[in-house]
């Protein structure tokens, strides 16, 4: 059979990512890597999460944890989360929040809910590549979202126009940002704001790692800084994508969105049909786990790979060689760096994988464009730091030697050319 | 915000069934209810499922168990569910093998993969809804799918190409449908795959009730069928959608699709973009459940809703007045009821919540052209036998007052029509 034949159009934008291929080579042991934008596991409260299971599938209640339920998400845990939001600005009540398996499905399901083919969705420059990943299966232009950049709305609306379809919303992730680890102060929040409002569309909210601040002044979210201006969260645009990924467990899948009343009602709905529902029992733990535990072991978790970030910067000063820049993040899992022009991360981490054996993530694949190859993430979350500092002097003995290298291959293809 | 500005056309496809909707209000404790089409979780086995929780969150794998894991799903399940596909007449191995969540998810992810808006998918009349509601969300039209009808195939692909794409795929449940119980023969299946040979499409097998048979000799799956003729799994059309939700736990979303490696690849990156995995606890507890119970438990379920099924026959050879007919199935969890020409289902269930307290679903939201409202699905699965005895005479008594009410609400309108 030749599947093409009854294949949609939209499959086209859904390729093998060259960079997850590359990255499946990473886990040989002899491998020092920094590219899995991953919680450590050491640090899951693995036992707490024992005791919740075992206590929700213990007594008269057992057979409910097994069992269907709503696709809105069980309602303690979003109790819970309703409080937690209003600790951060975000005064909201259960209703308003629906629970996702993962913040991943959230970027599914709103890329769902509002891009058409053609249609553009403004993201930064880079952007998380798991989000480029889910929308590319709605068929979207992208555009550049620089909210501190000067390009007037209409230009933005009409290149929209010019792609065939609308502008429909702006995806960021305002903190501690995958893949840079950078953050974006409360002027360009409320200048995102402006932009959102001028061109009528959503914003989407990626705070997947907003828990994870190790220093600075929190800033608050994008969707309290509209609920500031408007009063009433059924007037916002913001839609607020969380999760549990980065501070509790990835593998249970929990995260959630909240939103005006309209976007909710309508994930819930497009849920249902899409997979009835996350699973009971890991909402039903992660509530127990949260409400026992979430703050202590936030804490921990901030104390812990505060220390990671701090010997990667340090040991990044002393071991990259001039022309490398690399973000400061105050939180969050990632550095991210720009090496001189003309460099290529992606060559640099097939060299890698030969000589020094130091893994990290090619920064071309953030880019919508494919732009920008002279990039790379590095992520501190899962290394101690021991091995953050050998990684780091791996790395700019690397870069140290592609720089010459680069020279001798240029004067080589030169001499090659002239002969 | 006029939310309307950045929807998605699809959303107009995605509407709340009314349905939903009125089975929100049969909750209540006086109602005996045969509407839900879920298993009885008073026999789920959640000591065994606590006992693989536990051990999969204690020692050194604990933290694997809440990290995240490939999209493809846990292997060691894999390898158990190709072990078992290889006793129904599928032999193949993991890699053939996709992990869902749920195969409400399979069947989500198996609309995108192949609808374009305006493409046709044939289905039963009726189908199971939550099919119905997956593939809507990618905007096909529907035409009607009777393996054993006489309809040309020539017929089927000329009004696809009139509605504005082409045939897709066939999707059927072959064993104890959701809604009718009923089964489709082997000729039936072998006609099925003659019709998916000359149009060209896939077949979606939908086998969530399969392993509930309660008497009668097992027919071979669609797939078996095919690789029977093909001796090749790479060469076959059928794509087989598995789950253990309706035989260990449906709220773990644990379910499979085996298929023809090109669309496991594509649907491994589907399920990348879109929620990157099902959750890893889930599929590690489900891999050793599966292993230590799976014949047995599947032995003790078939023993208790076999006289579930019975006692509804049973109840409706004696309840039922002359002109309802009913479906008589060989397994799963339905029986489907055909009233009188004229009657409507649920005008029914309304007059039922009203009178007799007994809930069921009206057949309407199960035919994708809304037709054959004079229908509705019973669940023997989550009622006891007593229960059932009671709710069967309350269901023969309401419709013989409906008859007779019909009757004389034709005899009124018509009165007042001439006044």
């Not at 230009?155 to 893949?179: C, T, W």
């Not at 907003?210 to 645009?237: F, N, S, T, V």
Request: one cysteine or more.
């Amino acid at each position: 059979m030749d599947w093409q034949n009854v294949l949609a159009a939209r499959n086209g934008r859904m390729k093998a990512s060259e960079i997850r291929e590359l990255l499946k080579l990473l886990d040989q042991p002899d491998i020092i890597s920094f590219a899995g934008g991953i919680p450590d596991p050491a640090l899951f409260p693995t036992e707490t999460f024992r005791d919740a299971m075992s206590a929700a599938l213990t007594g008269p209640a057992a057979g409910a944890a097994l069992q269907y339920s709503v696709s809105e998400g069980y309602l303690p845990l979003r109790e819970w989360i309703a409080g937690q939001m209003g600790q951060i600005g975000i005064p909201c009540s259960a209703d308003d929040v629906l629970i996702t398996s993962g913040s991943q499905q959230a970027l599914d399901y709103l890329g769902k809910l509002m891009l058409d083919p053609g249609d553009t969705a403004l993201v930064t420059w880079p952007a998380y590549m798991g989000a480029l990943g889910a929308f590319n299966a709605y068929e979207p232009r992208y555009d550049r979202l620089d909210p501190k950049g000067n390009r007037p709305g209409s230009d933005i609306a009409q290149a929209a126009r010019a792609g065939g379809g609308r502008v429909k919303f702006a995806y960021l992730s305002a903190d501690f940002a995958n893949p840079t680890g950078e953050t974006l102060d409360r002027s360009g929040r409320e200048a995102l704001l402006d932009l959102a409002e001028e061109l009528d569309i959503a914003v989407i909210e990626d705070a997947a790692y907003q828990a994870l601040r190790y220093d600075g002044a929190a800033i608050p979210p994008i969707l309290a800084l509209e609920l500031a201006r408007k009063g009433d969260l059924q007037q916002c645009r913001t839609i607020y994508s969380g999760s549990f990924s980065k501070v509790l467990s990835p593998g249970l899948r929990v995260g959630w969105v909240v939103a005006a009343r309209p976007v909710i009602q309508q994930l819930v709905l497009m849920k249902q049909a899409a997979d009835l529902h996350s699973p009971t029992l890991n909402q039903i733990a992660t509530n127990h786990v949260a409400r026992a535990i979430f703050d202590d072991h936030v804490a921990m978790l901030r104390t812990t790979y505060a220390a990671r970030r701090d010997a990667m910067l340090s040991a990044l000063r002393r071991y990259m060689s001039e022309g490398v820049r690399f973000t400061k993040p105050e939180g969050g899992m990632f550095v991210w760096l720009t090496l001189p022009t003309g460099m290529d991360g992606a060559d640099l981490l097939a060299q890698s994988l030969k000589t020094e054996k130091v893994a990290f993530v090619p920064g071309r694949a953030f880019f919508a464009d494919g732009s920008n190859g002279n990039t790379l993430r590095l992520s501190f979350s899962c290394a101690g730091e021991s091995m953050i500092e050998e990684g780091m002097k791996r790395l700019g003995r690397l870069i140290r030697a592609d720089q010459s290298y680069s020279t001798s291959v240029s004067v080589s293809e030169s001499d090659a050319m002239v002969q």
